[in-house]
């Protein structure tokens, strides 16, 4: 259930960076993979060092694309988030919180 319920989340943040431009979605996990040693694959269990990615890429802006990330995470999921997650970790886990309940 965790691999599935990662692949999902996984799946929603290369969504979410697609929405931004197919350019933003290339470079973002290029630059994750190589300039910080993080696989796509890993990107879901680490979610503060992906938002680290994401501030060195955008700095201020990368406010913006988390916000993006987290709406589409809890959509692509079928949730409704209670709040707005300023955090990719916080609102992943959350996520995940919702789904493990809802499939129970």
Known sequence: ????????ILEAIEEALQKLTSSVRHVTLYYAEKKFNLPKEEIPK???????????????????????????????LGLTPKKRHTSLKEAIAKAKMQWVKRKK
């Open 1 to 8: 259930m965790e691999d599935e319920l990662n692949s999902l």
């Open 46 to 76: 680490k979610p503060e060092r992906f938002e680290e990615v994401l501030r060195h890429i955008y700095g201020s802006a990368a406010n913006y694309v988390v916000a993006v990330i987290n709406d589409n995470i809890f959509s692509k």
